[in-house]
T-cell receptor, first 112, second 111 residues
Framework: SQTIHQWPATLVQPVGSPLSLECTVE??????LYWYRQAAGRGLQLLFY??????ISSEVPQNLSASRPQDRQFILSSKKLLLSDSGFYLC???????????FGPGTRLTVT | GENVEQHPSTLSVQEGDSAVIKCTYS??????FPWYKQELGKRPQLIID?????GEKKDQRIAVTLNKTAKHFSLHITETQPEDSAVYFC??????????FGTGTSLTVIP
């Protein structure tokens, strides 16, 4: 069966520091991968999605970037965090010939 | 692009009553409509979905209906229980690549 991992689970970072969040999927090949952000008490904002290695689509211009160095690995980065980057970051995947999208456990980021 | 609107934003029901959450979408090319349940501090969980070639789908106490002509779909929960309390999100997709989410409904089931 398929499993999606995210780490770290929680992170507290000062304003202006860099960020790297990692997501990996097991048990499937060539998945579509997604990064969402959820502010406290709010909905899901799609940040990036990828249909293959090196293929990244950005939905919202901001100080974040994404990379997909391997088929089942998706990384979210920032060079300098802003206070507004605080939130719950969720990785998700679809694949296997279905549209069903499944979420990882998330990373709770607090920028201080 | 697609725009998904969800109502109501909050909903309180007595245990045992039914709950209905409604979503509308704008892109007639959308053909896949999932619903997610998110408990506090946890990831969204897929609870039911429907494709555009189907008008209704049921799974025990949960059902989803789709009206393609009117571009709206609804989640129905019958015989609600306290453990149904959560935030529910609808979404729409037309390719399985991009998903557009509603703003969420916070459901509270009062024992």
């Amino acid at each position: 069966s398929q499993t999606i991992h995210q780490w770290p689970a929680t992170l507290v970072q000062p304003v202006g520091s860099p960020l790297s969040l990692e997501c990996t999927v097991e048990g499937t090949s060539n998945p579509n991968l997604y990064w969402y952000r959820q502010a406290a008490g709010r909905g899901l904002q799609l940040l990036f999605y990828s249909v293959g290695i090196g293929q990244i689509s950005s939905e919202v211009p901001q100080n974040l970037s994404a990379s997909r160095p391997q088929d089942r690995q998706f990384i979210l980065s920032s060079k300098k965090l802003l206070l507004s980057d605080s939130g719950f970051y969720l990785c998700a995947w679809t694949g296997g010939g279905t549209y069903e999208q499944y979420f990882g456990p998330g990373t709770r980021l607090t920028v201080t | 692009g697609e725009n998904v609107e969800q109502h109501p934003s909050t909903l309180s029901v007595q245990e045992g009553d039914s709950a209905v959450i409604k979503c509308t979408y704008s892109d007639s090319a959308s053909n896949y409509f999932p619903w997610y349940k998110q408990e506090l501090g946890k990831r969204p969980q897929l609870i039911i979905d429907i494709r555009s070639n189907v008008g209704e789908k049921k799974d025990q106490r949960i059902a989803v209906t789709l009206n393609k002509t009117a571009k709206h779909f609804s989640l129905h929960i019958t015989e609600t229980q306290p453990e149904d309390s959560a935030v529910y999100f609808c979404a729409a997709s037309n390719t399985g690549n991009q998903f557009y989410f509603g703003t969420g409904t916070s459901l509270t089931v009062i024992p």
